[in-house]
């Protein structure tokens, strides 16, 4: 039995899609009863259990033989982050006290970055089960290129593509969310002891300009990708509703200054196959665009 938390984000749901193709057993993990039923009519268990919630995580990790731990994202933190520790101390009750023998974490490129920034949380998740008695592997994935379905109207009806990511002609590592699921489908099916780290990202690496390019092709008309000033970052953050910008602003300084990346040479780094490209296709078909 495979516990997947997360399954209803892009990633778990590929994840659980693909154990399921491969006729492994599922339980899903998810806060909303609503949500259930579809994965229940795919065949999966059903676990119902928030993040925070360390004994209803360890009725749902019991009797597992694998565990994908998702932390939940929170873009705009306390200081502190106050509540990815909170989340994370649950998720380490609740891996320990079901004795979990074999688990996956999603964590990110930047986990092991010194300067405090929106990624430190999952730093502190990769902290927090470093001494988990189990066979654990944090896989550390490069930055989504479907975070660029947030971009697609603007790109569509003005032809900019804002980036936040400069100078625009720089690449940077990026990742399909399809390429994560099935790491993560090896990986937790693995027979494997004792902790590692596996860096994932695609096949080449990325830049904004790229990304408006490949937005070009798929809509059909010019689309130039555009530097946000760094000092106007704060006041459009905030505008947007944020109260603690800063995490988010450092780690777009740490891509942008590059002491968020992986080494190149690095035997855990590991590259998917799916090009920006297909993905953006497949953003903006599902956009309607």
Not at 120 to 127: F, G, I, M, N
Not at 248 to 253: A, T
């Amino acid at each position: 039995m495979f516990a997947i938390t997360g399954i209803t984000g892009q990633v778990g749901g590929q994840l659980a899609a693909a154990l399921l193709a491969a006729n492994r057993p599922v339980r899903a993990v998810l806060r909303d009863p609503a949500k259930a039923v579809a994965w229940a009519e795919r065949g999966c268990e059903v676990a119902v259990a928030t993040m925070d919630d360390a004994p209803a995580l360890t009725a749902a990790f019991t009797g597992a033989q694998a565990v994908f731990v998702l932390l939940p994202p929170t873009f705009d933190p306390s200081p502190g982050f106050v509540e990815a520790r909170r989340t994370i101390a649950a998720i380490s009750t609740a891996l320990r006290a079901a004795r979990v023998t074999r688990v996956v974490c999603l964590s990110t490129i930047g986990a092991d970055a010194a300067q405090e920034n929106l990624l430190t949380q999952l730093r502190l998740l990769e902290q927090a089960l470093g001494d988990l008695p189990a066979a654990v592997t944090f896989l550390r994935a490069a930055w989504f290129i479907e975070n660029t379905a947030w971009d697609i109207e603007g790109a569509r009806a003005r032809g900019v593509l804002p980036s936040h990511l400069q100078p625009v002609e720089r690449p940077i590592a990026m990742v399909a969310t399809a390429d994560i699921a099935l790491v993560a489908a090896e990986l937790l099916q693995a027979d494997v002891s004792g902790h590692r780290v596996v860096e994932l990202e695609g096949p080449s690496r990325v830049a904004p300009d790229d990304l408006a390019a490949a937005l070009g092709r798929a809509l059909g008309r010019e689309v130039t990708a555009r530097a946000v000033p760094r000092a106007d970052w704060e006041a459009q953050f905030r505008s947007q509703g944020m109260t603690n910008p800063t995490p988010r602003m450092r780690m777009l300084d740490g891509f942008n200054e590059g002491w968020i990346d992986f080494d190149p040479r690095s035997p855990a780094l590991r590259r998917g196959g799916t090009s920006a490209q297909a993905v953006i296709d497949g953003l903006v078909r599902r956009a309607g665009c």
